[in-house]
C-alpha cells in the first residue's frame, strides 16, 4: 500500500512526480504529497484526498524543483490527514515511505527525549528525525541514512531528500517493491513501473536489501550486506503497460467486458493439439507436477477465491489433495505440510505482502513453489521456483474481476497438467477440458449479453442493507466472490454461505428484506440446491437466481431467475462469476460509490 514517486533530473520534476502519483492510486488514495528541493530548502505539498486534490494545490503555489519525492497514502497510522500525509521531514530532510516501521513506538520515544518535534501520529515521521539525529552524530548523509535504516524494524520502501544534497536521491527497499527507471541525465524511482512509463521503459528491479543512490547521471546500489553490486536494467514494451477506460464509465466495467479477450491471452500458446503445454508452468513442471502427492494454496482476497476453487478442482478432476489457506493466516500458525507438497501461491499483484511472507516461510519445506501472477516483472515471480503468467492485462480496478477468471483458467490448465502427470486424466479427458476452456471467450460474451437486465435488477439492491449469496460445490467460492464484490464496491453487508449450510444458522437472517443471490449451474447437485431455495422462498425471502437454463429453475413472485446458457460443470465457476460482477458494478453505480477506488481499500496490498 501506498505508492512512493522519485525524481532527479535537469528539468523540472513536479509534472512527473504527479502523474507517477496518478498511476499509483491504486495503491492508496486517502491522501497526497510531495517535497522538491528549490533554492537550497524543502518546499512541501500535502492533501488530504486523491491525487488530484495535491496537482490543484502545487499548480496553485507553483511548486517546482529539480529532485522530488511524492507519495500517495494507504493509511496505517493515523487518520487521512494533511499533517499525517508524506512525506514527513526533519529540518531539511523530507522522507517519503511505503510499508510498516514496527518500532516506531520505542525510536520516537528515543527521538522525542533527543528533543525532536512530532507533527504526525504516523510510524514514518521517526525515520527522518532518526536520519537528523545520525547526522548530528557525524559523518556524511549516506553513512547516516544507512545507520538510521539499520535501526528500523518492518518492511519498507523509503525515498529520501536533504536540501543541501540536491545532487542526489537515497532509496531504500526492504520489503516493500521498489524499482529504479532509468533516464538520460534523469533518473527516477517508483513502487511500480506503472508510474514511470510516460518517462522511461528502463528499469532496475532493486532486491530485498538494496540501498541505492541515484543521481542526475548514476545509479548507485548496495546490497543488503552492504557490497556494492550492478542490478541489470530491463527495458519494458511500454505499449503493454498502457490503460485507458476506452469509453468505458468505470475500468471495472471495461475489465469486466475485456475477459472474454483476456481468457483468450491467458490460453494462447499453453495448449497444443488441444493438451495443456506442461512447459507453460516452467521447464521442472512436468516433474514436479509428476512428484507431488499434495497441493498447498497460499492466496488473499480474490486470489484465495480462486485458489479455493481450485481446490474443487485438484480433488475431483485431477485426485490429487489439495489445502487452501489465506496467506495472513498461513504464515503465522504453526503448519505441518504432508510430504512432496508443490506450494501454489496466485496474486494479481505478485507484490502482496501476505503472499509474499507465506511463501517465503513455506518454500524451503515444499518441493517446489508455483506463482499464478498477473505481473510478470513482480516480486513474487521473481522468488517462486515455476511462474505462470496470466496476462490478463493492467487490472486498474480495485475489486478484481479479469484477474480472478485468467486466476481460474491458469488453474485449472494446472490440475489438467497434474492430473495428466499421475494418470488420472486421460489425454481423451484432457482434450474435452481443454475444448470447454477454448469455448469461454465466446461463451462469455453470452454472458455479459445479459447485462441490461442484470442493471434494471440492481436497483432492487440500493436501499438493502444485507445480501446472501449461496452456491454449492465449487460454485461456493464462486458465490465467497460475489459477496467480496458487493460489499468492496457498494459497501452493502454480504455473506456466502454453501447453501446445505443455509439450516444451520443463517436461515434465521431470511426475510423479505434480505436478498438471496444464488448460481444454479446444471449438475449433480442442483436438485439439492433447489431445496435450498425453497428454504428461502418458504421464509419470504427475495431471490435472484443465476441458473442454467435447462435447469428447470421457474421465476414466480419473489424469485427472479437470469437464464444462463448451458455450460460443462468444470469451467461453469469461471461463467457463473460474470453476473455476479456485473451485479455488484450496478449495484454500486446505483449507490453512487467510487467504483474503481472504494473507501479504505487499494489495489495492492503491501503491507500485513
Ligand atoms: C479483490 O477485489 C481485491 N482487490 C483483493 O481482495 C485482492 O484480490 C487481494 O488483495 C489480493 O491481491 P493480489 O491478487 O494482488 O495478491
Known amino acids: 500500500m501506498c505508492g512512493i514517486v522519485g525524481a532527479i533530473g535537469e528539468r523540472h520534476i513536479t509534472e512527473v512526480l504527479i502523474e507517477g502519483l496518478r498511476r499509483l492510486e491504486y495503491r492508496g488514495y486517502d491522501s497526497a504529497g510531495l517535497a522538491v528541493i528549490d533554492q537550497g530548502g524543502i518546499v512541501r505539498e500535502r492533501q488530504p484526498g486523491k491525487v488530484q486534490a495535491l496537482a490543484d494545490a502545487s499548480h496553485a503555489a507553483g511548486i517546482d524543483g529539480y529532485v522530488g519525492i511524492a507519495h ?43 528533543g ?8 514514518t515521521e521517526v525515520v527522518p528525525h532518526l536520519i537528523q539525529s545520525e547526522l548530528r552524530k557525524g559523518g556524511d548523509f549516506i ?42 541525465g534523469e533518473n527516477f524511482l517508483s513502487s511500480d513501473q506503472l508510474a514511470l512509463l510516460p518517462v522511461t521503459n528502463r528499469f532496475i528491479y532493486l532486491e ?29 514494451d511500454a505499449t503493454l503497460h498502457a490503460s485507458t477506460k476506452g469509453g468505458y464509465k468505470h475500468y471495472m466495467l471495461k475489465e469486466i467486458y475485456e475477459q472474454p479477450a483476456a481468457i483468450q491471452r491467458t490460453l494462447n500458446g499453453r495448449v497444443s493439439q488441444g493438451r495443456v503445454a506442461l512447459d507453460a508452468f516452467g521447464p521442472q513442471a512436468a516433474e514436479l507436477l509428476a512428484k507431488a502427492r499434495h497441493i498447498q494454496i497460499l492466496a488473499c482476497g480474490t486470489s484465495y477465491h480462486a485458489g ?11 485426485g490429487i489433495s489439495c489445502h487452501v489457506e489465506v496467506a495472513s493466516e498461513f504464515r503465522y500458525r504453526t ?27 513455506v518454500k524451503a519445506r515444499a518441493i517446489g513453489s508455483l506463482c499464478i501472477c498477473n505481473v510478470p516483472t513482480s516480486t513474487l515471480v521473481r522468488e517462486s521456483d515455476m511462474a505462470f503468467i496470466t496476462h490478463a492485462g493492467p487490472e486498474i480496478g480495485v475489486a478484481s474481476t479479469k484477474a480472478f477468471t485468467t486466476q481460474l483458467v491458469a488453474l485449472l490448465l494446472l490440475v489438467l497438467a497434474a492430473g495428466r502427470q499421475h494418470g488420472n486424466v486421460s489425454a481423451d479427458r484432457e482434450r474435452e477440458i481443454v475444448a470447454q476452456l477454448n469455448q469461454l471467450p465466446n461463451l462469455l460474451e453470452t454472458v455479459l449479453a445479459l447485462d441490461p437486465q442484470i442493471e434494471r435488477i440492481a436497483e432492487r439492491f440500493g436501499e438493502k442493507h444485507h445480501t446472501l ?9 464462486v458465490a465467497m466472490e460475489g459477496a467480496l464484490k458487493l460489499k468492496e464496491i457498494s459497501y452493502i453487508h454480504a455473506e456466502a454461505y454453501p447453501a446445505g449450510e443455509l439450516k444451520h444458522g443463517p436461515l434465521a437472517l431470511v426475510d423479505n428484506d434480505m436478498p438471496v443471490v444464488a448460481v444454479a ?81 487499494a489495489k495492492s496490498v503491501t503491507v500485513e
Not at 494533511?82 to 525510536?107: F, K, R, W
Not at 422462498?537 to 437464464?563: H, I, K, S
Request: glycine share 8%; charged share 20%; net charge negative.
Open 469 to 477: 449469496f449461496l452456491g454449492r460445490g465449487a460454485q461456493y467460492p
Open 521 to 601: 449451474p446444471k449438475n449433480d447437485l442442483i436438485d439439492k440446491l433447489k431445496s435450498n431455495l425453497q428454504e428461502v422462498r418458504a421464509r419470504a425471502g427475495e431471490l435472484y437466481v443465476f441458473a442454467d437454463r435447462n435447469a428447470d429453475v421457474r421465476p414466480e413472485p419473489g424469485l427472479t431467475v437470469f437464464p444462463m446458457p448451458g455450460v460443462a460443470d468444470e469451467v461453469a465457476p469461471i461463467v457463473y462469476t460474470i453476473p455476479l460482477q456485473l451485479l455488484s458494478y450496478h449495484v454500486a453505480v446505483i449507490k453512487g460509490t467510487d467504483v474503481d477506488q472504494p473507501r479504505n481499500l
Open 208 to 236: 530485498e536489501g538494496d540501498f541505492v543512490v541515484l543521481t542526475r547521471q548514476k545509479v548507485s546500489v548496495w546490497d543488503r550486506n552492504g557490497d556494492v553490486v550492478k542490478r541489470p536494467a530491463v527495458e519494458l
Open 116 to 123: 525532536f518535534v512530532f507533527t504526525s501520529q504516523t510510524d
Open 308 to 318: 479455493f476453487v481450485a481446490k474443487y478442482w485438484f480433488e475431483a478432476i485431477a
Open 335 to 361: 503448519t505441518v505440510l504432508p510430504p512432496d507438497t508443490l506450494l501454489v501461491t496466485i496474486s494479481q499483484s505478485g507484490e502482496t505482502a501476505d503472499t509474499l511472507a507465506a511463501l517465503r516461510e
Open 72 to 114: 500517495t497514502r494507504w493509511a496505517t497510522h493515523g487518520a487521512p490527514t494533511q499533517d499525517n500525509a508524506h512525506p514527513h521531514q526533519s529540518g531539511d530532510i523530507a522522507v517519503v515511505h511505503n510499508g510498516i516501521i514496527e518500532n516506531y513506538e520505542a525510536l520516537r520515544e528515543r527521538l522525542q527525549g533527543e
Open 143 to 184: 553513512d547516516a541514512v544507512k545507520r538510521a535504516v539499520a535501526q528500523l524494524h518492518g518492511a519498507f520502501a523509503l525515498g529520501i531528500i536533504r536540501a543541501c544534497e540536491p545532487e542526489r536521491l537515497i532509496a531504500v527497499r526492504q520489503g516493500s517493491p521498489l524499482v529504479v527507471g532509468l533516464g538520460i
